[in-house]
């Protein structure tokens, strides 16, 4: 299983991006999936989470400007993001959690500057 991430990039405060992320390979059942962030000198940390049923989860730091979607047809999560400070400069790793399996991207680097 392989988690391609993309859409990572520069952008100025205020300014958005749509990050996406596909899981590749054998997967028999997916849980759920979502993104987590590092700033430099951070931990990871979660950033936004949705079950298959349609229950996400959103970092106090993040709600009402980031949105998480899910395709599950395509294996594919989507994380837009809006309104982006200096704070949301990080790189964002893809996560999928399935029976008995925790996979991660390689992860897509976001830099908030002007």
């Known amino acids: 299983v392989q988690l391609v991430e993309s859409g990572g990039g520069l952008v100025e405060p205020g300014g958005s991006l749509r990050l996406s992320c596909t899981a590749t390979?054998?997967?028999?059942?997916?849980?759920?999936m979502g993104w987590y962030r590092q700033a430099p000198g951070k931990e990871r940390e979660m950033v936004a989470h949705?079950?298959?049923?349609?229950?996400?989860k959103y970092s106090d730091s993040v709600k009402g400007r980031f949105a998480i979607s899910i395709d599950g047809v395509k294996n594919m999560v989507h994380l837009q993001m809006n309104s982006l400070t200096l704070e949301d400069t990080a790189v964002y790793y893809c996560?999928?959690?399935?029976?008995?399996?925790?996979?991660w991207g390689q992860g897509t680097r976001v830099n908030v500057s002007s």
């Open positions: 390979g054998s997967i028999d059942r997916i849980y759920s």
């Open positions: 949705m079950h298959y049923g349609g229950d996400s």
């Open positions: 996560n999928v959690l399935a029976p008995g399996q925790i996979y």
